[in-house]
Nanobody, 127 residues
């Protein structure tokens, strides 16, 4: 069993920044896949950013490339999502997701491949 705890959401003006955190606890192993999805009101949940604990570069949705950066602190079992140059279109509930295996690239984007989810943290970008 794995538990995910997100934090860092809030309300910021366009162009501002936020950093989300997700701490994983439980039987996470060392080869898992962990990242972020987001869901705007009335829309489907969409892939945002992800990485594999065992190595390899991060992967980003086209909509956030160049603005968001995913990173991790292995010792703390924590991943971060640094969000810069935020736009109103980034407004959504952001969910941390984890799968206890190294997903191949073609499976990274599909939420159905992730077993564990956090409760989500709200990010609102508006003037």
């Amino acid at each position: 069993q794995v538990q995910l705890e997100e934090s860092g959401g809030g309300w910021v003006q366009p162009g501002g920044s936020l950093r989300l955190s997700c701490r994983a606890s439980g039987r996470t192993g060392s080869s898992g896949t962990m990242g972020w999805f987001r869901q705007a009101p009335g829309q489907e949940r969409e892939f945002t950013a992800v990485f594999r604990w065992s190595g390899g570069g991060p992967h980003y949705a086209d909509s956030v490339k160049g603005r968001f950066t995913i990173s991790r602190d292995t010792a703390k079992n924590t991943v971060y999502l640094q969000m810069n140059s935020l736009k109103p279109e980034d407004t959504a509930v952001y969910y941390c997701a984890f799968e206890n295996s190294r997903l191949i690239v073609s499976r990274l984007w599909d939420e159905e491949n992730y077993t564990y989810w956090g409760q989500g943290t709200q990010v609102t970008v508006s003037s």
